[in-house]
């Protein structure tokens, strides 16, 4: 059993940080396999196509993000109090709050799929294939959202390696299943669509039979019936969601980058150019799974010796946390500078003009990496510790305050170069403001 209130807090990281980096990056498996046989067996087309509908999609994985981390935090200070029944409380409430508005946006989504890939920025001849994924895809996220708030819950109860394996057994699911469905079987659109469809419903059902009948602690429990109780949900998933908030727009903000990014990629460059753009949105969840897991696996410490007072763990976890921030987003950022063309080869031909966008484009686009990582460990310290409001206002800042001028405002004075760095602006003046909010407090303390 893990005592996170005693063993060294660089040990502990490290316990949690290798399986949790590893389950993520498996995790974001399911979306690169996606784009490397929809580019390679269908075209760059079928790439801008799964752009597009892929923006409000995240929307919904924030939803997780923000019910898994909410109840993460609140059940592991219950926990350091004791308060196990409370614990196991809070996290079946937030499995049955994100079923249900999940269940809501499938629903919503699915009424008009024509309607809703026009909205979303779809031209005429992206149409089709846009509607195939829509519909064969979007029902998975009702099981998908059973292994996004899960994983934190697992994770909690001490099993990081298997909250690891609910991430590595459907990645690499999803690689044969679009292989077979793709190739052999030749179902295009509809076949991607359905492998990741496939591989996160079996993430879901993994998490979901741990917790309902092998938990060690945090085991899923029968709510009664009734109004209090259902006053009692509201309230906890209330304070749950208040907590959880900014991991939500963290997560709207790969959305809004997608949706934006799209529209004025059409406006500029056409179909190639979402296609490039495509290509780059591949690789966002990957840096965005590495901030995560450093904010996740620091998060369980951070909380559990918040609530027992004891600070100076709480500020070496922290340490360990930003300075594995930086080493990450160097690397991260070294990648895309020097090796582009292989990075779109992986998805798309490169003698494609859409391939010659991407190339031109990603080392610019790389400007964001570093900060985009250290914003994403800044904001789970914040959480972690129930300081709901700057990590709001931080995750409000880099997801629409700043994102959004800089896509509208960075092309025209530097034109399309503008558009690959409106990300790297956004994150770069984030973290800066991070830095002075932290140096504000140190010289008010």
């Known amino acids: 059993m893990i005592d996170l209130g005693k063993e060294p807090t660089g040990r502990l990281f490290r316990q949690y940080f290798v399986p949790t980096l590893l389950g993520m990056l498996s995790l974001c498996v399911v979306t690169a396999a996606d784009g490397v046989f929809v580019g390679q067996g269908i075209g760059s ?11 409000p999609m995240m929307f919904m994985v924030g939803i997780g993000l923000m019910l898994g981390i909410g109840c993460s935090v609140v059940a592991s200070i219950q926990l350091s109090h004791g308060a196990v029944e409370k614990a196991r409380r809070n996290v079946t409430y937030a499995l049955t709050a994100g079923t249900t508005l999940v269940l809501l946006y499938v629903i919503g989504m699915l009424a008009s799929p024509t309607a809703t890939a026009y909205a979303l920025g779809s031209s005429d001849s992206l149409l089709p294939l846009a509607i195939d994924y829509l519909v064969f895809f979007t029902p998975g996220l009702i099981l998908n959202i059973w292994g996004m708030i899960g994983l934190f819950i697992v994770r909690l109860d001490g099993s990081p390696r298997l909250a690891m394996w609910c991430n590595v057994i459907p990645g690499l699911l999803n690689i044969l299943l679009d292989y077979i469905f793709i190739f052999p079987l030749g179902w295009g659109m509809k076949g991607a669509a359905a492998a990741t469809g496939i591989s996160v419903t079996v993430g879901g059902l993994m998490a979901l039979i741990y917790l309902a009948r ?3 602690t945090l085991r899923l429990i029968a709510v009664p019936v009734s109004l209090d109780s259902l006053k009692a949900m509201v309230r906890s998933v209330g304070y749950q969601m208040r907590i959880g908030v900014s991991a939500f727009l963290g997560e709207s903000t790969i959305a809004m980058l997608m949706f934006v990014g799209n529209l004025v990629f059409m406006r500029y460059l056409g179909d190639d150019g979402v296609a490039a753009w495509g290509v780059a949105c591949y ?15 620091a998060q369980p410490i951070i909380s559990y010796n918040y609530g027992l007072g004891a600070l100076d763990r ?3 976890t922290e340490r360990v946390a930003m300075r594995t921030a930086m080493v990450f987003g160097v690397a991260v950022t070294a990648m895309f500078i020097f090796f582009p063309a292989e990075m779109t080869g992986l998805f798309i031909g490169t003698e494609s003009q859409a391939a010659r966008y991407a190339i031109e484009g990603l080392p610019w686009f790389a400007s964001c990496v570093i900060f985009y990582i250290f914003n994403l460990t800044a904001i789970g310290y914040f959480q972690s510790v129930e300081r709901v409001a700057p990590s709001v206002w931080f995750a409000l800042m880099r997801g ?6 800089s896509f509208v405002l960075l092309p025209q004075v530097l034109g399309v170069k503008g558009i690959w760095l409106a990300i790297g602006v956004s994150e770069l003046l984030t973290a800066l403001s991070i830095v002075g909010y932290f140096l504000a407090k140190r010289a008010g303390s």
């Open 400 to 405: 629409c305050l700043l994102l959004v001028p």
């Open 214 to 216: 092998y938990a060690r």
């Open 45 to 55: 087309e079928a790439v801008a196509a799964v752009n597009i509908v892929w923006a």
């Open 283 to 297: 690789y966002c969840p990957f840096f965005f799974m590495i901030g995560n897991a450093i904010a996740q696996s």
């Open 314 to 316: 709480v500020a070496s």
